[in-house]
């Protein structure tokens, strides 16, 4: 009985996915893509691999021209910690982050020419960490100074994605200004939600960096990557530290959480949880046998070796056939009763014009 | 006259032939003032293609023609050049024919009228003499076989030739006086594209003159003959009908064919004017501008009918006119249809206002169609109002023509009834005008 509980308080999960938003364009918005980098590099850190990351960032801050230290993103003053690196993976990069494709991803709706690294192949033992950040307001999040996506489209993509058994457990990670607005619609099942400020409040930046010239990160993220720095795959920290992350203090802005949709205790939920991949081992002192399969699987494939001879390169592809082939035999033909009719009906005319008497030459 | 005959058709196909093997072939045939959604020959193969593979050609907006064509084709498609060259010269040699036939009978109506003393005294000038009349079927069958238009429409394998020979096949009968081969003809031919449904009123005034009896609507006899015509017209429609449901076993074809030329869902630009009407249009009037547009093809019919009951072949010229200008998607080749007989009015020609202008406006629009064609696609620097506007104006044009051949024909006839010159009651010079 202890041990089914104690199953039902552990998470299911089977394997995490994380999807890194960073909604703004431009150089002075360089902390957003600090932001999402810094994040990235702690999944990554904590056994996330770049094929379960859909990494958006909606300006290249490394390679803009303004940037005096070219190839490099610093989420630290002085150029302490450079995110961007050599194996940072983007998946959406530029004009690609737009609200269509974001919710495209999430809900899954492809086109099936999208390449596997573009698509979160969730299913419903995942998961998801969505963390996303840029401009927003009261319900909504501006997405490259042109769109925004609201509240309620959000709140639709994740039921969508509920319905459709995308995720086991998801946990939302908005740094925003009033981000507590974008988590007020949520309705499905097994969401957790952090934001880094109340409805009405701005969140603000950290420090600026006199010799790159803007804001290398916003507050909340900073702060909450401190903490990340001490996570490591095996600790037991739960959500309950993460909630704690950021006081008014430090912040000025008053963060946020929201935990009545999810089914867990957030006490009982790791950190690793959702920022890892930890999978779960279980370790057993029986043996199995796998000689018996092994053998019967090996006859089986040899009897088929047997018939085929290994073909030549050149020969695999029939190119005398094909250049040779003829043009496709009709398939189709008229029926007769048709010909049948629309001939007699032409003799018809042909004998009431002319006359019976042609008949007998016919004949 | 057969000798001059066959040299015409020698060197129609010379010419045609010439245009298969050379490549402008390849650029005629995708212009889009020849082929049309109805009749351009790429659908035709799309169609007898989809047909191999199983599928209906109707399923899907590109294949609109008959499914007798479809019969035709799909032996005749590897010898599809010569199916067109022979359609022409099968054309040209029936107008011929009806030409020839149909000078008879002016002849012969003339010398009636002359000895009735029907004619004012002075107005032997503008009697018709043999000698004048002797060369128009030449003409006629050089006309249409030489007009640049129908050698496109033909080199760009466009089924119109097959709708215009149907058509002239059902003028040699109707000139024949064959009142069931016509209806079969007039009805293989509304098959075909609905619109010649208009020709009934002229071919049934022929028939009824040919016959001797007078268009009256109290007449019995008229009443009789009429019924006996419409009848076998409709018989023959439906027969044909019926048999084409029994090619597919499906009446699909009836709302690919009938009803896409009746609700024109297709706006690609052609010479005609329904495309830039209905681009334009909010949804919700494009019924009622459809039904607008169609009716006015239609509407013609009767006032002509009662204004040119003497004279139903010019009546069946102004209409084959109206059909090419004001259907919902023409081309070149109907133009050339109507224009073969032109000659047959050549008498007309000193009471011809227009025709100078005319006949400039339309080769010149002619000439600017594919460059202002090139200009919005290709170039850029244009867009479809400069090709609607050389569109309007070669319709203008056309519609000019073609009333300015009427006004002619009028006129003529009042000057021979009252001859050539006009005086007023008290004596001064009087002159005819159109109001």
Redesign the interface.
């Known amino acids: 009985f202890q041990d089914q509980a104690e199953q039902f308080f552990r998470s299911g999960h089977t394997n995490n996915w994380a999807v890194l938003v960073c909604t703004s364009r431009f150089w002075f918005n360089y902390r957003h893509v600090a932001n999402t980098l810094s994040v990235y590099r702690s999944v990554k850190r904590l056994g996330i691999p770049d094929s379960h990351i859909v990494l958006m960032l909606a300006d290249d801050m490394a390679c803009n021209p303004r940037n005096p230290k070219p190839a490099t993103v610093f989420s630290h003053k002085n150029m302490e910690l450079n995110v961007y690196g050599d194996d940072v993976e983007v998946d959406y990069r530029s004009y690609e982050v737009t609200v269509e494709n974001f919710l495209r991803v999430l809900t899954g709706r492809i086109p099936p020419s999208t390449p596997r690294s573009k698509r979160l192949l969730s299913d419903d033992r995942s998961n998801i960490l969505i963390y996303m950040t840029g401009h927003g307001g009261n319900g909504f999040l501006k997405f490259q100074d042109s769109e925004e996506i609201t509240n309620v489209e959000l709140a639709d993509a994740f039921e969508q994605m509920w319905q459709k058994r995308r995720y086991n457990e998801l946990l939302f990670i908005i740094d925003t200004c009033q981000g507590a607005s974008m988590y007020e619609r949520f309705y499905s099942p097994n969401i957790m939600a952090l934001a880094s400020s109340q409805v009405g409040e701005d969140s603000l930046s950290h420090q600026p960096d006199l010799g790159i010239g803007v804001h290398l990160m916003d507050r909340y993220t900073f702060y909450v990557l401190e903490f990340l720095e001490e996570i490591h795959p095996a600790s037991q920290t739960n959500m309950n530290d993460l909630f704690q992350v950021c006081p008014k203090s430090l912040c000025v802005s008053t963060p946020g959480h929201r935990t009545d949709l999810f089914q867990r205790d957030p006490q009982n939920v790791l950190i690793t949880d959702f920022f890892g991949s930890v999978r779960k081992v279980e370790i057993t002192t029986e043996t199995v046998s796998l000689d018996r399969d092994v053998a019967a699987f090996e006859s089986k494939f040899s009897e088929e070796e047997l018939a085929t001879e290994p073909l030549k390169y050149a020969e695999q592809l029939p190119v005398a056939q094909i250049i040779h082939q003829k043009p496709k035999q009709k398939d189709w033909h008229p029926p007769g009763g048709f010909i049948l009719g629309l001939w007699a009906l032409i003799i018809m005319v042909f004998f009431k014009t002319y006359g019976i008497k042609h008949m007998k030459h016919v004949f | 006259m057969a000798a001059p005959l066959v040299l015409v058709v020698l060197a129609a196909v010379t010419v045609r032939a010439a245009l298969y093997r050379s490549s402008l072939a390849v650029f005629i045939a995708e212009r889009v003032e020849v082929a049309s959604p109805l009749n351009a020959w790429k659908r035709v193969v799309e169609g007898l293609a989809l ?4 599928v209906s050609p109707y399923s899907g907006a590109i294949f609109h023609e008959t499914p ?1 064509i ?2 035709l084709f ?1 032996f005749l498609i590897e010898y599809a050049e010569l199916v067109f060259m022979i359609t022409d010269v099968l054309t040209a040699v029936a107008l011929y024919l009806a030409i020839q036939d149909f000078n008879k009978v002016v002849f012969k109506k003339q010398k009636l009228l002359i000895e009735l003393d029907k004619y004012a005294p002075d107005v032997a000038e503008l009697i018709q003499t043999p000698m004048e009349m002797h060369y128009i079927p030449l003409k006629v069958a050089l006309f249409y076989l030489l007009n640049p238009y129908t050698v496109m429409s033909c080199v760009a394998k466009s089924t119109c030739a097959i709708n215009n020979s149907v058509i002239a096949f059902f003028i040699l009968a109707t000139m024949k006086g ?1 009142a ?2 016509s209806a ?1 003809f007039l009805a293989l031919a509304t098959y075909q594209s609905l619109y010649p449904l208009t020709l009934f009123a002229p071919a049934l005034l022929y028939l009824l003159q040919r016959q001797f009896i007078p268009v009256k609507l109290k007449s019995k006899s008229f009443w009789l003959y009429t019924m006996q015509y419409a009848s076998l017209y409709l018989c023959s429609l439906v ?1 044909i009908i019926c ?1 084409s449901f ?2 597919l ?1 499906s009446w699909d074809f009836i709302p690919s064919v009938y009803g896409f030329i009746l609700s024109v869902p297709d706006l690609t630009p052609n010479i005609g004017l329904f495309w830039y009407f209905f681009a334009e249009m909010f949804e919700h009037f494009s019924l009622f501008f459809v039904c607008v547009f169609q009716i006015n093809v239609f509407f013609y019919t009767i006032p002509l009918a009662i204004k040119l009951k003497e004279h139903p072949v010019f009546f069946m010229f102004v209409q084959l006119a109206i059909i090419s200008i004001f259907k919902s998607y023409p081309t070149v080749g109907d133009v050339a249809l109507y224009m073969a007989f032109l000659p047959v009015w050549s008498h007309l020609y000193r009471f011809l206002r227009n025709i100078f202008i005319l006949s400039c406006v339309l080769i010149f629009c002619s000439f600017l169609f594919p460059v202002l064609w090139h200009l919005w696609i290709y170039a850029g620097s244009a867009n479809s109002n400069f090709y609607y506007a050389i569109t309007l104006t070669f319709n203008i044009g056309q519609i000019l023509l073609i009333s300015d051949y009427f006004y002619a024909f009028l006129r003529r006839e009042y000057y021979l009834t009252h001859g050539l010159h006009l005086t007023r009651q008290d004596g001064t010079e009087a002159m005819l005008v159109l109001k």
Do not use: E, K, P
């Open positions: 047909l191999d593979l199983g007798l479809i019969y799909h064959s069931f081969l079969v027969v048999l029994f090619l076993n």
